[in-house]
């Protein structure tokens, strides 16, 4: 099993449409959460973290569930400029320092 | 916001050859680089880790001979492709870190590989 584990999608939404995206993590000791975009050969930016409380920028909200052990993301009426590979990473801390885990992404095409 | 500086951006090169890639931090001191290498439509993999005058930690099934890495400023790591091959074609990016606790990481632009 995969450590981050996330649907590959593709999602594909029109615009205005709410989507959301879950990702599960198996190590119980992972103690930060963020979620990372990522367009097509350009490098992942940083999109939000994720804390327990929950947390919303704008469109975006993030939650984080630790007793089942998954975050999510939800967009709210989407954009076309929403269309990107969503990484969820997962992070925690060893005798080398933080463990940064990406899962494998989730595919989002927003159309018009 | 801290910069990562990545090139070349992109490299075609024939197959046997050696092709070097760099890794800088413009306005911060990198203590941690990590290299990745992306296939199409799938995620970042860790390729290694490197820590600044030490040796970098390869992750498994990645062979250290043939990815050299090299760490050997606070502001600079490198990594080159020895004897490259078509299968190593792929998109390598770099990111670096301030501080072994310090989560954030600040990513390089990536290098599109392609191997003839």
């Known amino acids: 099993r995969k450590e981050v584990e996330q649907d590959p999608g593709p999602f594909n939404v029109p615009e205005g449409a709410t989507v959301a995206f879950n990702c599960t993590y198996s190590?119980?000791?992972?103690?930060?959460f963020f979620w990372y975009r990522q367009d097509c050969r350009k490098e992942p930016k940083l999109l939000m973290s994720v804390y327990s409380s929950g947390n919303e920028d704008g469109r975006f909200t993030a939650q984080l569930n630790r007793a089942s052990q998954y975050i999510s993301l939800l967009i709210r009426d989407s954009k076309l400029s929403d269309s990107a590979t969503y990484l969820c990473v997962v992070n925690r801390v060893n005798n080398a320092g933080n463990m940064l885990t990406f899962g494998g992404g989730t595919r989002l095409m927003v159309k018009p | 916001g801290a910069v990562v500086s990545q090139h070349p951006s992109w490299v075609i090169c024939k197959s046997g050859t050696s092709v070097k890639i760099e890794c800088r931090s413009l306005d911060f001191q990198a203590t941690t680089m990590f290299w990745y290498r992306q296939f199409p439509k799938q995620s970042l993999m860790l390729m290694a880790t490197s820590n600044e005058g030490s040796k970098a930690t390869y992750e498994q099934g990645v062979e250290k001979d043939k990815f050299l890495i090299n760490h050997a400023s606070l502001t600079l790591s490198t990594l080159t492709v020895t004897s490259a091959h078509p299968e190593d074609s792929s998109f390598y990016i770099c990111?670096?870190?301030?501080?072994?606790?310090?989560?954030?990481?600040?990513f390089g632009s990536g290098t599109q590989l392609s191997v003839l």
């Open positions: 990111s670096a870190k301030q501080g072994r606790l310090n989560e954030k990481l600040f």
């Open positions: 190590n119980s000791a992972s103690q930060s």
